[in-house]
């Protein structure tokens, strides 16, 4: 379970990016995180994944208490998350089959799982074909199902997608996230911070809203409607 409990992050001249906020996230729950650009969704982004403290309040993942997270538990922790950002961040001078593979070698599995899960994933992205292709060969679509394998690769609890359809057009913007509703049935727990009312509102699943750092809105089965 995700927690978060009367978190505020407080930047550099007291500016507020969060409130306040709390909310739960169950185990195997696609939970979608919405708001205007501003509104504070990164920010949750960047606390879930440790890259940032927050100012107040508590955060819990599962087991670790983020607050008392120690840089010596920084890489155990990271392996139950994957993550997609909106810029795939893919490395340029790897092929495919590396930029997946790279992720299993910083987590230190062996070569032999390195070349049973790698195609296994690539498989389930529609991209075993290009796995010795290098990402400069590739359009925007297949790149982001390669940051979506990489993520995807050493199996994490949670997956978190920051805006990954911010650069794709409509018929890739749903095959991405046609691939987040498959991981999400395989049992992962996937949060989705978006602005994109369209595909927040045909999913039809959790919608935690924010407006200026704080929930205004928190639903079951929500809709993306603000003002």
Same mark, same amino acid.
Do not use: C
């Given at each position: 379970?995700?927690?978060? #409990? ?19 996230? #169950?185990? +195997? ?10 509104? +504070? ?11 940032? #403290?927050?100012?107040?309040? #508590? ?13 010596? @538990?920084?890489? @155990? ?32 599995? $062996? ?28 359009? +925007? ?22 805006? $990954? ?53 928190? @639903? ?8």
């Amino acid at each position: 379970m995700i927690i978060f #409990q009367n978190v505020t992050k407080t930047y550099n001249h007291n500016a507020v990016a969060l409130d306040k906020v709390s909310f739960k996230i #169950q185990p +195997g729950e696609f939970a979608s995180i919405v708001g205007r650009s501003g509104a +504070g969704k990164s920010t949750v982004v960047k606390l879930l994944i440790a890259e940032e #403290q927050p100012t107040k309040g #508590q955060i819990f993942f599962g087991t670790y208490e983020m607050n008392k997270l120690k840089a010596n @538990e920084m890489p @155990e922790f990271r392996r139950h998350i994957g993550v997609i950002f909106q810029e795939f961040r893919l490395l340029a001078k790897k092929t495919v089959f590396e930029n997946v593979a790279f992720a299993l070698e910083v987590a230190g599995r $062996p070569e032999r799982e390195i070349k049973e899960f790698v195609p296994q994933v690539l498989d389930m992205v529609a991209l075993r074909d290009k796995m010795l292709n290098f990402p400069a060969e590739l359009s +925007g679509g297949e790149k982001q199902r390669v940051a979506l394998a990489r993520a995807m690769v050493n199996r994490p609890d949670v997956i978190i997608a920051d805006e $990954p359809t911010g650069n794709l057009d409509p018929f890739n913007t749903w095959e991405v996230i046609k691939l987040l509703l498959k991981i999400n049935e395989l049992g992962s727990t996937v949060i989705l911070a978006t602005h994109d009312k369209e595909i927040v509102n045909a999913l039809g699943h959790r919608v935690v809203t924010l407006e200026n750092g704080k929930v205004v809105k928190d @639903e079951e089965n929500g809709k993306f409607i603000i003002g």
